[in-house]
């Protein structure tokens, strides 16, 4: 991609996502950005495709922002640019290329393409709620005791082995909440019996990737990023959840709803 495309950029992006599409707004971001791959595929000299590759972990590529024009759909273009991207991918020597969808045609498109479901994530929404306090950050050096809670946690095999962040979804270990901490991304329940993993969100908003511990603990959670929610000008808390876990109860009981009822979000990785 080059800066001149930016036009043609905008006006395949406004076919998508009823005009929602937020490839517009990170466009100077994605094509000034020397550590991704932000790709065009052209017919005749005119831009009909792009897609990302962008390494965020060792050994893990993320791939992101596919489009092709409405103009040219159907035609074996997203097929061909997704090929191209794994076969760049294996010839860096990544071990795995991840992603994340929510629509259909892209979910058979990677599933036709050996993709696998590592997780699937239904999206509930807080509003935020005034009065209270936000939970405690903890310190990095705390990541070890919390990893062994995690990986008890009730529910926490729905996870697919990974940490859900829909910008990168890495494995989730004692190492990934040691450095979600030092980004001051881990909120803590009572007596560290249950905590939260945040991302960087896309609104204005609180986002939950993760959640694990159970009981009065994981409602205290729950409550205090609302409270946090408020405290920071937000207006609510996201919180990505696979469907069956058992804070499904402690969601409800906190006062979210689904935000999205339609519709799931997944993770998808193919082994390179
Ligand atoms: C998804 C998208 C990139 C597909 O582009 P495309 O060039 O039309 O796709 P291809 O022709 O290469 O089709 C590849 C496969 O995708 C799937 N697919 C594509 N469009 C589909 C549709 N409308 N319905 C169902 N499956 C579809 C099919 O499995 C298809 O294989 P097949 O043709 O052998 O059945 C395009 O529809 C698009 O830009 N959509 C809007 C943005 C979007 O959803 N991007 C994905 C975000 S992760």
């Not at 204005?204 to 159970?214: C, D, T």
């Amino acid at each position: 991609m080059r800066r001149a495309d930016e036009e043609r950029i905008l006006e395949i992006t406004k076919d998508v996502w009823e005009g929602r599409d937020y490839i517009p707004r990170v466009f100077d971001r994605w094509v000034s950005d020397a550590g991704a791959e932000f790709q065009a595929a052209e017919v005749e000299g005119v831009v009909v495709g792009v897609q990302r590759l962008r390494p965020y972990a060792p050994g893990l590529v993320w791939y992101e922002g596919l489009r092709v024009a409405s103009t040219h759909q159907r035609r074996g273009i997203a097929r061909t640019m997704l090929n191209a991207a794994i076969e760049e991918s294996r010839q860096h020597g990544f071990r795995e290329m991840r992603l994340a969808t929510t629509y259909q045609p892209a979910v058979n498109l990677f599933e036709s393409a050996g993709f696998r479901r590592l997780v699937e994530m239904r999206w509930w929404r807080g509003l935020r709620v005034e009065g209270g306090e936000p939970a405690r950050i903890p310190d990095p050096s705390e990541a070890a005791r919390l990893w062994s809670m995690v990986s008890a946690s009730p529910g926490i095999e729905t996870y697919g082995g990974v940490c859900p962040d829909m910008n990168g979804a890495r494995d989730l270990d004692a190492g990934e909440i040691e450095r979600l901490a030092r980004n001051g991304l881990v909120r803590l329940g009572p007596g560290g019996r249950a905590l939260a993993l945040l991302r960087e969100p896309w609104g204005q908003n609180i986002a939950v990737s993760l959640l694990a511990g159970s009981g009065g603990a994981m409602r205290e959670v729950l409550m205090a990023l609302r409270f946090e929610a408020d405290a920071d000008g937000l207006k609510h808390v996201t919180v990505n959840l696979p469907p069956g876990h058992p804070a499904e109860e402690d969601l409800k009981a906190t006062g979210y709803d689904f935000a999205d009822a339609e519709r799931s979000a997944y993770i998808y990785a193919l082994a390179l």
